[in-house]
């Protein structure tokens, strides 16, 4: 008789703890992808500064890790932080709106 306490008890913790597991991921964000054609880039320090312009939206600019984008290109990226009045020692020129972005894919144009 015990060992079916025994069995019913650990059946009972694998299946609290896969409820578990399961509200977790549930509650894990998901970052939307955004995308656009590139305006233009700036090389400055570490990062590359692409604008970008959405189909339907007017250019603005997200700066990414050393990235080899062309004007022309197709970019895809994540949005980390935005922030206002960035000024970049690099390039010694400030953003009005600055949108840091992560897991930069690009398309070349052809």
Same mark, same amino acid.
């Given at each position: 008789? &015990?060992?079916?306490?025994? %069995?019913?008890?650990?059946? #009972?913790? #694998?299946?609290?703890? #896969?409820? /578990? *597991?399961?509200?977790?991921?549930? =509650? ?6 955004? *995308?656009?054609? !590139?305006?233009?880039?700036? *090389? ?11 189909? =339907? ?5 997200? /700066?990414?890790?050393? /990235?080899?984008? &062309? ?10 932080? !935005? !922030?206002?009045?960035? &000024? ?5 020129? !400030? ?5 840091? /972005?992560?897991?930069?894919? %690009?398309?070349?144009?052809?």
């Amino acid at each position: 008789m &015990k060992n079916i306490y025994k %069995y019913a008890l650990i059946s #009972l913790l #694998l299946v609290l703890n #896969l409820e /578990a *597991q399961t509200s977790e991921n549930k =509650t894990a964000v998901i970052k939307p992808f955004y *995308q656009g054609e !590139v305006v233009s880039v700036k *090389q400055g320090g570490s990062y590359t500064y692409i604008e970008v312009k959405e189909k =339907t939206h007017k250019p603005f600019w997200i /700066a990414t890790s050393g /990235a080899d984008v &062309k004007k022309g290109d197709f970019v895809r990226f994540q949005k980390e932080i !935005v !922030v206002k009045n960035f &000024k970049s020692k690099a390039l010694n020129e !400030v953003f009005k709106e600055l949108l840091f /972005a992560s897991n930069l894919q %690009y398309r070349v144009k052809e």
